[in-house]
């Protein structure tokens, strides 16, 4: 009974069922209301009514509500069939649908990372942080994505299920299959070969039922001109965004996109495989999704969800004054007091280029930390217990 009553007055998942409780009523009240909200879900749900109704997926979406922009469906065909669940639903529905799964997900991401005595306290902070509040206020799936990889990552570890979630993902959105080539590092290669083709009969599958959409996505709307045109925005987070901002266009950018995207993927992979050596595959796992974030083409600022479980370990091992500082950079005033859009960030001065690459500059300093310390690495064990690997 006392171990109950413990597990029902857990703190953390007291503030999930507040936040999930909130977010049902916000969805009523704006459905009833009939006002706009989740730019993002209602481009999802008109993906699925494309499916539905036979429309070209990647065409201009005819079921967007009036309110929303004219937004493009960027996604693999695959994920608009997932999508055709939200179809039942209204729009300000279909964002409180997904915005419900958004603080049991954060709750599954953060854990693994997080000491259970700070764990309340990150789940209310990570609400203040853009990458978790513009996701939720967008209709976002990131942090959904996000527990996925965690929870394949962590525990679904040694059973044979492990790598199926992380590939369904990369079906829906990409970017995950960095987390593919993540299980080939640490040397879990079923889980690897297990991930490759959940990812392969996933996207079989939405060809067999999507011939001619799957047939376009893959041949030309993989490269989204509405991407192409809004890479230089700072609201782009990653390093082809910070040298469409900085790098005159045509072939040395490419050279200097290339040349990042094949350093920067060297390096992730060594540091990934030292620390998983000594044993910290926490550590390990979010130098992957940071170097995802990285290497992408279009890393937007609700994409850096993952600064939320980096956060979580970093307050674990006892760096509180990096926390604040950090957390800090992430609450959104980084873009919003520099000049954005209609090619304003190519006149930025120093100052500004230095605030509005905020995000990039954290994950450049994660990184060459992890680099110092690569040859004396800290070994968490299960027991709390701490020793050191000296190269």
């Known amino acids: 009974m006392d171990r109950s009553r413990g597990r029902l007055a857990d703190p953390a998942l007291i503030i999930v069922g507040g936040a999930m409780t909130v977010f049902a009523a916000v969805a009523i009240v704006w459905w009833l209301s009939d006002t706009p909200l989740g730019v993002d879900s209602a481009v999802y749900r008109a993906g699925g009514f494309a499916v539905v109704h036979g429309e070209s997926l990647y065409s201009p979406l005819l079921a967007l509500p009036g309110w929303a922009p004219e937004l493009p469906f960027t996604y693999p065909p695959f994920a608009a069939l997932l999508f055709t669940s939200l179809t039942a639903l209204p729009s300000q529905l279909s964002w409180g649908l997904l915005t419900l799964a958004a603080a049991p997900s954060l709750y599954c991401a953060v854990r693994p990372f997080a000491d259970r005595a700070h764990l309340p306290l990150l789940l209310i902070g990570a609400f203040a942080l853009q990458p978790v509040w513009q996701t939720i206020g967008l209709g976002q799936v990131n942090l959904v994505l996000m527990a996925a990889v965690v929870a394949d990552i962590f525990l679904l570890r040694g059973s044979r299920w492990s790598g199926i979630t992380i590939g369904i993902v990369a079906a829906v959105k990409l ?112 130098v992957t999704a940071g170097c995802s974030l990285l290497i992408s083409p279009i890393s937007w600022t609700h994409h850096w969800v993952w600064v939320v479980p980096a956060l979580a370990l970093l307050a674990a091992r006892g760096h509180r004054g990096v926390v604040v500082a950090v957390a800090v950079l992430f609450t959104g005033w980084t873009v919003a007091v520099v000049p954005g859009g209609g090619g304003a960030e190519r006149d930025w001065n120093l100052a500004e280029a230095i605030i509005g690459n905020a995000y990039l500059t954290v994950a450049f300093v994660g990184g060459l930390v992890c680099l110092s310390r690569s040859r004396c690495i800290t070994t968490y064990t299960a027991e709390g217990k701490v020793k050191t690997y000296i190269s």
Not at 178 to 192: E, K, N, Q, S, Y
Not at 264 to 282: E, F, Q
Request: hydrophobic share 55%.
């Open 175 to 286: 970017i995950p299959l960095i987390f593919i080539v993540h299980l080939l590092v640490v040397r879990r290669t079923a889980d690897a070969a297990r991930a490759l083709t959940a990812f392969l009969c996933a996207s079989a599958f939405a060809a067999a039922v999507l011939p001619s959409d799957s047939v376009r996505y893959w041949t030309s709307a993989i490269f989204n001109d509405h991407f192409a045109e809004m890479k230089g925005w700072v609201g782009n987070q990653s390093w082809q965004g910070f040298v469409a901002r900085t790098v005159p266009e045509g072939h040395p950018a490419t050279v200097v996109i290339v040349v990042f995207a094949v350093v920067c993927s060297v390096v992730a992979i060594w540091l990934v495989h030292r620390l998983h050596r000594a044993g910290d595959d926490r550590a390990a796992l979010l």
